[in-house]
């Protein structure tokens, strides 16, 4: 387990070290400045135009509470992943759009006849053990290894095939290098042995409501008390 999480940071500080992570700078509330910062982080007390390129100035007070009402992603958080990504309903999803939740995923393909129908029973399973104050912060998210057949359309089939097409279930989907990336931050492997059937990784993953993995189970069957008790720690976090 320790393991899997070491290679989950390493693999996510490895995609986004080219990222720009800038502080934001306090600021008082009631100061004013030139939208293009002609004069740096000179400041003014009342509204005005900026001396040198005659803008008017704007409130630093607005944009400071825009910059504390979205918390700052933390490094280790899979939202720093900017791909698109589309539902079962064919909506377009980025990961960002799942946070406040905690999100508990794995890697399946549709298609699949041997060990993906195992992990949509171990998740099922999990999703009825926990508690119905814990349900409601919870998303239980599946996605695809194999875009190019689990279409929009595919994947609503087997959301209703499965009695999974309706909340906390979602199903995504994206490009083969989409998917690649976002395998690469989960460790999961994965490889075409057929033009039907792939080889890949058994693993569920628990992310908490800012996207930090705080938890692998791996394999089939297994006992899931752990990883309830880390989905139950999480949800237990959220404001």
């Not at 194999?146 to 959301?159: G, H, M, S």
Request: one cysteine or more; a negative charge.
């Amino acid at each position: 387990m320790k393991i899997l999480q070491l290679i989950f940071c390493f693999a996510l500080i490895t995609l986004t070290a080219c990222k720009n992570n800038t502080s934001p700078k306090d600021s008082a509330t009631t100061t004013y400045q030139c939208p293009m910062k002609c004069e740096g982080d000179k400041t003014y007390t009342e509204p005005g135009s900026c001396p040198v390129c005659g803008m008017t100035l704007v409130s630093v007070t607005n944009l400071t509470e825009q910059k504390q009402a979205t918390k700052e992603i933390s490094d280790m958080s899979v939202f720093n992943l900017t791909s698109t990504w589309t539902n079962q309903n064919n909506e377009t999803v980025h990961l960002k759009d799942l946070k406040g939740d905690v999100l508990v995923m794995v890697m399946i393909y549709t298609s699949c006849k041997a060990a993906c129908p195992r992990l949509v029973a171990d998740m099922r399973n999990i999703e009825a053990r926990l508690p119905e104050s814990t349900k409601g912060k919870v998303k239980m998210v599946f996605v695809s290894i194999d875009p190019n057949t689990d279409t929009p359309e595919r994947l609503k089939a087997f959301a209703k095939e499965n009695l999974m097409d309706q909340d906390p279930w979602e199903f995504l989907r994206s490009t083969e290098d989409n998917t690649r990336e976002f395998a690469a931050v989960l460790a999961v492997n994965y490889k075409k042995i057929s033009p039907m059937d792939f080889s890949h990784s058994n693993i569920i993953s628990v992310f908490n409501a800012e996207g930090e993995m705080v938890f692998q189970q791996e394999g089939l069957g297994v006992n899931s008390d752990e990883t309830i008790q880390h989905i139950e720690k999480a949800a237990s976090e959220i404001m």
